[in-house]
Nanobody, 115 residues
């Protein structure tokens, strides 16, 4: 069964930086457009950034200019570089396909931005 595992979360002050990683099995990252999602306290999970098979990125307006999505297909790893973090970025971050046919969700990576 396809699995995704997120890592790299942590606690930082506003203005800090973190890089999240997502490793996936069975060539998932090489084969599909991939995305980072986040679930903020009390809210539904929503899309943060996507990257196509051809490496074209898309960002939610709230993170544009601060976050960078990238991937290493040979290493089956998806990344999210997060700069200039804000308290509003506090959430659990998940990776998955850009699709309604998601693979099983991982445990996510907790990112906490505290002032």
């Amino acid at each position: 069964q396809v699995q995704v595992v997120e890592s790299g979360g942590g606690s930082v002050q506003p203005g800090g930086n973190l890089t999240l990683s997502c490793t996936a099995s069975e060539d998932l990252i090489k084969t599909y457009a991939m995305a980072w999602y986040r679930q903020q306290p009390g809210e539904e999970r929503h899309l943060v950034a996507t990257i196509t098979i051809g490496n074209s990125p898309f960002y939610r307006q709230a993170v544009k200019g601060r976050f960078t999505i990238s991937k290493d297909s040979t290493a089956s790893t998806l990344y999210l570089q997060m700069n200039d973090l804000k308290t509003a970025d506090t959430a659990v971050y998940y990776c998955n396909k850009v699709s309604d046919t998601f693979v099983p969700w991982g445990q996510g990576a907790q990112v906490t931005v505290y002032s």
